[in-house]
């Protein structure tokens, strides 16, 4: 499952990696089909990894959250 929120819009779904690709799909998007797009590695944040993704949508910057 995932969840993508900005200051307008809440988005729920499920995310997928499909061969070298990060995918998320959401039933609210894109009719459901998938948008896929890279993983860049970029400067660490003090002590937190830090990552991009995009695809034809979006930039997303992000830490990962270890959920226990």
Same mark, same amino acid.
């Given at each position: 499952?995932?969840?993508?929120? #900005?200051? #307008?819009?809440?988005e #729920?779904?499920?995310?997928?990696v499909?061969?070298?690709?990060?995918?998320?799909?959401?039933?609210?998007?894109?009719?459901?089909?998938?948008?896929?797009?890279?993983?860049?590695? #970029?400067?660490?944040?003090?002590?937190?990894?830090?990552?991009l993704?995009?695809?034809?949508?979006?930039?997303?910057?992000?830490?990962?959250?270890?959920?226990?």
């Amino acid at each position: 499952r995932s969840v993508f929120r #900005t200051s #307008t819009m809440l988005e #729920t779904g499920t995310a997928f990696v499909d061969g070298n690709l990060l995918c998320d799909q959401s039933d609210s998007a894109l009719l459901g089909r998938p948008r896929c797009g890279p993983i860049y590695r #970029t400067e660490p944040e003090g002590n937190e990894e830090s990552y991009l993704y995009l695809n034809a949508h979006k930039a997303l910057r992000f830490s990962p959250v270890r959920s226990d």
